[in-house]
């Protein structure tokens, strides 16, 4: 939700980029805008990668309460927290490719 618009002005960008192979610094400025994406991208999945994992049974607990805390909702939530940081990469590179 938070990184598919990105994805998709990504993939329009570069896919647009790639049509005009005859400019020669085409290929730096797609270059430049990968990089700042995942730069990006991979900042706030890190962020997500590093607090979701701890904070999941936290979140579960405050939201849905003890009986949810209790079953396997926190360790499903953060196996997704690391699913999204590489997920959002891919989506990236994929556009990139």
Aim: glycine letters at 8%; a negative charge.
């Amino acid at each position: 939700l938070l990184f598919a618009p990105i994805e998709e002005i990504a993939y329009s960008v570069f896919s647009a980029a790639s049509l005009d192979p005859e400019k020669p610094d085409s290929r730096k400025a797609q270059v430049s805008l990968l990089r700042a994406l995942l730069l990006l991208q991979g900042g706030v999945g890190w962020l997500g990668l590093c607090f979701g994992p701890s904070f999941a049974e936290t979140a579960v607990r405050i939201l849905y309460g003890q009986e949810w805390a209790a079953s396997e909702a926190p360790a499903v939530l953060a196996a997704y927290c690391a699913f999204l940081f590489f997920a959002s990469l891919n989506g990236i590179f994929e556009a990139f490719m």
